[in-house]
């Protein structure tokens, strides 16, 4: 899971491709990176500032750009990346945007995940004799659109990018890709392209602004980066649809491929920031909508083993607008007593076991007054790998609760994502083959509850106007997409996590 920008038509355009990082930083705490295309047109002739303009780092957004650095990224057309980690090997050489020369000049940035990566890597090593550069499956989409863009009819003129030659490339794209994929394309003196995979299963919204007497687009992962930017919000791009805004402010739209729609629930559930909509469905409103389904199975659980709660404390962030509703729901005080250190990276998405032990000793203070001797209805957004969890009721115990109860707003999640989630492995999961009982006695809890799948899409339908079927591979194991070669995935990941984590 990433977050991605672009932004065409505005005389900011780096600066804005920044802003919009920053908003979306919550997506990917890894990386950033800015990509700029100036064609020099603004100044009337050739200058240094022509071409390509390039920054990226490890680290977080407001530590990659400064004044200086933005200054520099010139031109009209940008694209940024946050990065979260899930494939590759976490250096330098492996941070988006990625670039080549060839045809026009090709920059990208990639939200989501290929699972056939490997295949298609090395099929363009031996067929195509393209050495790779990276372990990235951006990189393997880049050259994909390259090879097609290439292909250019001997009609059209080498400067001029024709829209049908793009629909036709993109769609050679969409037949080789499986897997996830919200793709953001700058291409050299042409414009911003941007597409989504056929299931539409990671998010892409765009918008537009007045600029002068023309206008401004931006494309983003998530509504609320252009609300901040001051973007009106267009629609969401429809899954396998391609968008091309050339330099000239012309709008090309058109529908690839048709299937079914598959957004992915952790979007509302735990990834997307709670003032974004997505595919029509206010993220806010599908998490109140969890913790009030939530509430009835909480009720019967806790009356079935004689239970009662004196107080519900949410696990900030995320949790927080859950549990409002379900303490409403329950009549039971709201309490926030686990005070949050803002500085502490998300712990879900560190990379690996230590780190996110570490980071919950460090991320969460108790307010020991308000817990000691109550019994205290914890809730989460999710239970994943169980350290967060397993440390937090530690946590909450410690500070003088009587009863620890862990309430999920997710259902347990028992099979391995390869869409973008960093879970790739059945055994990292705490549901994977172990039922509430034995999960409640891996955590330490006094109970576990969590959310029914049918709560789960009751929560995401009712807040919104479309009408699809989520994403809940992780918890059914119905995937959208041929996952026959989860394994090599999986192994590959494995590998490059061991990788990580010695010393």
Same mark, same amino acid.
């Given at each position: 899971?990433?977050?991605? %920008?672009?932004?065409?038509?505005?005389?900011?355009?780096?600066? +804005?491709?920044?802003?919009? *990082?920053?908003?979306?930083?919550?997506?990917?705490?890894?990386?950033?990176?800015?990509?700029?295309?100036?064609?020099?047109?603004?100044?009337?002739?050739?200058?240094?500032?022509?071409?390509?303009?390039?920054? @990226?780092?490890?680290?977080?957004?407001?530590?990659?750009?400064?004044?200086?650095?933005?200054?520099?990224?010139?031109?009209?057309?940008?694209?940024?990346?946050?990065?979260?980690?899930?494939?590759?090997?976490?250096?330098?050489?492996?941070?988006?945007?990625?670039?080549?020369?060839?045809?026009?000049?090709?920059?990208?940035?990639?939200?989501?995940?290929?699972?056939?990566?490997?295949?298609?890597?090395?099929?363009?090593?031996?067929?195509?004799?393209?050495?790779?550069?990276?372990?990235?499956?951006?990189?393997?989409?880049?050259?994909?659109?390259?090879?097609?863009?290439?292909?250019?009819?001997?009609?059209?003129?080498?400067?001029?990018?024709?829209?049908?030659?793009?629909?036709?490339?993109?769609?050679?794209?969409?037949?080789?890709?499986?897997?996830?994929?919200?793709?953001?394309?700058?291409?050299?003196?042409?414009?911003?392209?941007?597409?989504?995979?056929?299931?539409?299963?990671?998010?892409?919204?765009?918008?537009?602004?007045?600029?002068?007497?023309?206008?401004?687009?931006?494309?983003?992962?998530?509504?609320?980066?252009?609300?901040?930017?001051?973007?009106?919000? %267009?629609?969401? *791009?429809?899954?396998?649809?391609?968008?091309?805004?050339?330099?000239?402010?012309?709008?090309?739209?058109?529908?690839?491929?048709?299937?079914?729609?598959?957004?992915?629930?952790?979007?509302?559930?735990?990834?997307?920031?709670?003032?974004?909509?997505?595919?029509?469905?206010?993220?806010?409103?599908?998490?109140?909508?969890?913790?009030?389904?939530?509430?009835?199975?909480?009720?019967?659980?806790?009356?079935?083993?004689?239970? +009662?709660?004196?107080?519900?404390?949410?696990?900030?962030?995320?949790?927080?607008?859950?549990?409002?509703?379900?303490?409403?729901?329950?009549?039971?005080?709201?309490?926030?007593?686990?005070?949050?250190?803002?500085?502490?990276?998300?712990?879900?998405?560190?990379?690996?076991?230590?780190?996110?032990?570490?980071?919950?000793?460090? @991320?969460?203070?108790?307010?020991?007054?308000?817990?000691?001797?109550?019994?205290?209805?914890?809730?989460?957004?999710?239970?994943?790998?169980?350290?967060?969890?397993?440390?937090?009721?530690?946590?909450?115990?410690?500070?003088?609760?009587?009863?620890?109860?862990?309430?999920?707003?997710?259902?347990?999640?028992?099979?391995?994502?390869?869409?973008?989630?960093?879970?790739?492995?059945?055994?990292?999961?705490?549901?994977?083959?172990?039922?509430?009982? +034995?999960?409640?006695? +891996?955590?330490?809890?006094?109970? %576990?509850?969590?959310?029914?799948?049918?709560?789960?899409? @009751?929560?995401?339908?009712?807040?919104?106007?479309?009408?699809?079927?989520?994403?809940?591979?992780?918890?059914?194991?119905?995937?959208?997409?041929?996952?026959?070669?989860?394994?090599?995935?999986?192994?590959?990941?494995?590998?490059?996590?061991?990788?990580?984590?010695?010393?």
């Amino acid at each position: 899971m990433c977050g991605i %920008v672009g932004i065409i038509g505005s005389s900011n355009a780096a600066r +804005e491709a920044f802003l919009g *990082l920053t908003t979306l930083q919550h997506r990917g705490q890894d990386a950033a990176g800015i990509l700029s295309f100036d064609s020099g047109e603004a100044s009337g002739a050739a200058s240094s500032n022509d071409g390509f303009h390039r920054v @990226k780092n490890l680290g977080l957004v407001d530590s990659v750009f400064n004044r200086e650095n933005i200054a520099g990224l010139t031109g009209n057309i940008a694209v940024g990346h946050a990065r979260y980690s899930t494939t590759g090997r976490g250096d330098l050489i492996e941070v988006q945007p990625f670039l080549l020369n060839y045809p026009f000049g090709i920059g990208m940035v990639h939200n989501g995940n290929i699972v056939n990566a490997a295949s298609l890597a090395s099929e363009l090593r031996s067929k195509h004799r393209r050495h790779l550069l990276t372990h990235s499956d951006t990189e393997v989409v880049l050259n994909l659109l390259a090879d097609g863009l290439s292909r250019c009819p001997a009609n059209v003129p080498d400067t001029v990018l024709d829209f049908e030659s793009l629909c036709q490339a993109v769609s050679e794209v969409f037949g080789r890709l499986n897997g996830s994929y919200s793709i953001l394309t700058l291409i050299a003196d042409q414009g911003l392209v941007a597409f989504r995979d056929p299931n539409g299963i990671r998010p892409l919204v765009w918008g537009s602004r007045k600029e002068g007497s023309g206008r401004a687009y931006m494309v983003a992962s998530e509504s609320a980066a252009l609300s901040f930017l001051g973007y009106e919000d %267009v629609r969401d *791009l429809q899954p396998g649809e391609l968008l091309y805004i050339d330099q000239k402010g012309c709008v090309h739209i058109r529908r690839l491929v048709t299937r079914e729609h598959r957004p992915c629930m952790f979007e509302w559930v735990y990834f997307a920031s709670p003032e974004s909509v997505i595919d029509e469905t206010p993220v806010y409103g599908a998490r109140i909508g969890l913790g009030n389904h939530l509430a009835t199975l909480v009720r019967s659980e806790l009356a079935a083993r004689g239970l +009662e709660a004196d107080i519900v404390v949410p696990v900030p962030d995320t949790a927080r607008i859950a549990a409002i509703a379900l303490s409403e729901e329950l009549g039971v005080p709201y309490r926030e007593v686990l005070i949050k250190n803002r500085y502490i990276k998300r712990t879900f998405i560190l990379d690996s076991q230590e780190k996110r032990q570490t980071a919950v000793n460090l @991320k969460l203070s108790p307010v020991r007054s308000e817990i000691a001797g109550k019994r205290v209805l914890l809730v989460d957004d999710s239970i994943v790998r169980g350290t967060t969890s397993r440390k937090l009721v530690e946590l909450v115990r410690q500070a003088g609760a009587s009863k620890v109860y862990f309430v999920s707003t997710c259902p347990p999640i028992q099979s391995p994502c390869f869409y973008g989630i960093d879970f790739p492995e059945k055994k990292e999961l705490i549901a994977y083959e172990r039922n509430s009982d +034995e999960i409640q006695k +891996e955590l330490g809890a006094d109970a %576990v509850i969590f959310q029914s799948v049918e709560g789960l899409q @009751k929560a995401i339908s009712q807040a919104g106007k479309l009408k699809f079927s989520p994403c809940m591979a992780c918890l059914t194991g119905d995937y959208p997409t041929d996952v026959s070669g989860f394994q090599q995935f999986a192994d590959q990941r494995g590998v490059e996590r061991q990788k990580k984590e010695k010393p």
